[in-house]
């Protein structure tokens, strides 16, 4: 049948109509997806890379895939990448620890026993290479609507001088009035002191000797065996161990701190460990005096690292009983005492004083142990440094000893209110602390108020910064896809390749013996704009490749044989078919980074000769300037152009 001429001009134009309508009804799922395919072409062309740099996804095999809470680039030029329990309960619960050894050049993997929850730990670089990790988690937070057993320390006191009493998790203590508490943890009370003390009668006269007996302490956290309310106290009382008889009974008692039903924080572990990079394990040494969460390593410039901060035992901040490890003795011994929030940054100064520019990653009160400063170990002086602009937002800020670290400048980038608050700042600052009285001053702000920035100094003296949320754990999907590089000299930003992965909270950013940067991890506290869907941690890995190593691959300088230690006169010659290209020497302290915080990163100048065939570079002799340890050697151009790195001791 023939339609009249009529009828199909009417369903022709119904056709079109149609096709246009569900056109409409399309266009911005169209224009995204054109959209989106326009960004991969434009940022794939060869210049844009060349000007901004590029993003590149690792391949990480499913068996390999963990929660990276922690990064530390070894001498070996391998990543150990540490979890722990990863911040997942049913694994700390189940006893499931992860360490991954990553090496980027083959792209391999490699899983590590890891014998203690190093969740929340703190780490250094020692001088030989090994790397010192201490502390991590003994227990879970519970909030309070989940806490239905009366919980806190419980002092246990040691009166016999003669042997150490060793209780056992789940030793029960007794009230005289017959309430009863469990201890969570194993408990070593050593001896107690044996002393004399000297009297004298009312003619004074001495009097013999007296034997003086000092009672041990040690404090373990406790629970009580009943649910309820009626076994929380606010009372101290002794309290007898049950099981002891006789003078063991006499002895040995329990003094009782606040026990109640309120949020029990998460709590710390005394545990200490080398990690060996050639024979890839940890190596059990001391154990801290102070169980420790969240405390700051740092190195010092003798090689001695300082334990800083952290949760305790029973999940209280540590009051500034700070510790310092002897890599040479295994042992740890008490340092100056002084308060900081947990895991706060302290860069190796001048005189081998540690500056304080007041980041640090979370517990403790607004009032206290906020203020930057200048902390002289020596007399534990503490000289403050004013100028910083929003002091109250320093909490999960970025911090770094800004390159070369001749010129002894910090900068302090972002930050946000403390605890879960919603404020985050763009705020930048740096402070001179060459001058006799320094004090911070503005920097550009960043593109926005932003927590958990990552920052990463590069071997052509830019910091490169990504990622980060403006609010708390990347809250209301507030994650900032944006990278830039700071210029020290010309204090200013420039734009660099946005990264395709979100990264807020526990993620991490490391510069690479290639010159590239691999970021790890984030662990945000919802997944949705409405936060209504918990968080999922982010197991995907990034490499950025700056634009230098783009535009000019084919002319990147090299260095071929040469020393893994220096000579007598603390330099270093290098073979190269090429010294024209080499313009500058910097020597690279490798990170071990967690929580924003990297106090291990460092770059120095180096003076530089070059003859027809070769480089050398000389290292300055100041161990506060170059302490003690392995470094990455990196020359560049007059382009900025890094050379691979090549790994050198320095004693």
């Not at 911005?28 to 000007?51: N, V």
Request: hydrophobic fraction near 35%; aromatic fraction near 8%.
């Amino acid at each position: 049948m023939v339609l009249p001429t009529s009828q199909k001009t009417r369903k022709t134009v119904l056709g079109v109509g149609g096709v246009a309508i569900l056109a409409s009804l399309n266009a911005p799922a169209a224009l995204d997806f054109a959209g989106e395919q326009y960004h991969d072409y434009a940022i794939s062309r060869p210049e844009y890379m060349a000007r901004y740099g590029s993003w590149g996804s690792v391949d990480i095999p499913d068996k390999f895939r963990t929660n990276a809470i922690h990064a530390a680039l070894l001498h070996t030029g391998k990543v150990l990448i540490v979890a722990g329990s990863g911040n997942e309960i049913k694994k700390f619960d189940a006893g499931s620890f992860d360490t991954i050894l990553w090496d980027p050049k083959n792209n391999t993997f490699k899983k590590i026993p890891t014998p203690d929850d190093f969740f929340c730990s703190g780490h250094a670089q020692l001088p030989d290479g090994r790397m010192l990790v201490a502390g991590g988690t003994a227990r879970y937070e519970r909030l309070g609507d989940e806490v239905d057993r009366a919980g806190g320390g419980m002092r246990v006191k040691n009166e016999n001088p003669d042997k150490a009493v060793v209780l056992k998790k789940g030793t029960r203590f007794r009230s005289p009035a017959g309430v009863e508490y469990v201890s969570k943890f194993d408990v070593t009370v050593p001896k107690a002191k044996r002393g004399f003390k000297v009297t004298y009668n009312q003619a004074g006269v001495m009097q013999p000797w007296r034997t003086r007996i000092t009672a041990s302490e040690k404090r373990v956290f406790v629970e009580a065996v009943e649910k309820g309310p009626l076994s929380a106290t606010d009372t101290q009382a002794q309290y007898e161990v049950v099981g002891l008889k006789g003078k063991d009974a006499d002895n040995t008692y329990g003094l009782s701190e606040r026990i109640n039903l309120e949020k029990q924080d998460f709590q710390g572990i005394r545990a200490a460990y080398e990690f060996d990079p050639t024979a890839e394990k940890y190596i059990p040494v001391d154990p801290m005096k102070k169980a420790r969460w969240y405390p700051t390593l740092v190195g010092l410039d003798d090689g001695r690292v300082l334990a800083v901060s952290g949760l305790d035992d029973v999940g209280v901040i540590d009051p500034g009983d700070n510790e310092i490890y002897d890599p040479k003795t295994k042992k740890w011994s008490m340092g100056p005492k002084r308060y900081f929030p947990t895991y706060p940054a302290l860069f190796l100064t001048k005189g081998g004083k540690l500056f304080y520019p007041a980041s640090n990653a979370g517990y403790g009160p607004a009032d206290k142990g906020r203020e930057p400063g200048l902390w002289d170990l020596e007399d534990n002086s503490f000289q403050k440094v004013p100028g910083l602009r929003d002091g109250d937002e320093t909490e999960t800020s970025a911090s770094l000893l800004l390159p070369p670290a001749q010129d002894q400048k910090v900068m302090i980038l972002g930050g946000g209110g403390v605890g879960e608050s919603k404020r985050s700042t763009p705020r930048t600052a740096v402070v001179d602390l060459k001058k006799d009285n320094p004090s911070f001053k503005d920097g550009p702000d960043l593109p926005q108020g932003t927590r958990y920035l990552n920052s990463v100094i590069m071997p052509d003296d830019s910091v490169f910064t990504s990622n980060g949320s403006r609010d708390y754990r990347g809250r209301s999907a507030s994650n900032v896809f944006k990278a830039q590089f700071y210029d020290p000299k010309a204090n200013v930003f420039r734009k660099a390749a946005a990264p395709a992965v979100g990264r807020n909270y526990h993620s991490e950013a490391l510069l690479l013996p290639d010159g590239r940067v691999a970021t790890f991890g984030s662990d945000p506290l919802f997944d949705d704009q409405k936060n209504t869907k918990l968080g999922h941690f982010e197991q995907r890995m990034e490499i950025f490749t700056p634009p230098a190593l783009h535009a000019n691959a084919d002319r990147r300088p090299e260095l071929d044989d040469g020393p893994q230690a220096l000579d007598a006169d603390r330099r270093a010659t290098y073979t190269t078919d090429h010294p024209e290209r080499v313009v500058k020497a910097r020597l690279m302290r490798p990170s071990a980074v967690t929580h924003t915080t990297d106090v291990e990163q460092r770059s120095v100048d180096l003076a530089l000769t070059k003859n027809r065939t070769s480089v050398t570079v000389e290292v300055p002799d100041d161990p506060a300037l170059v302490p003690p340890g392995w470094y990455m050697l990196f020359v560049t151009d007059a382009k900025g152009t890094p050379s691979e790195a090549k790994w050198i001791q320095v004693k």
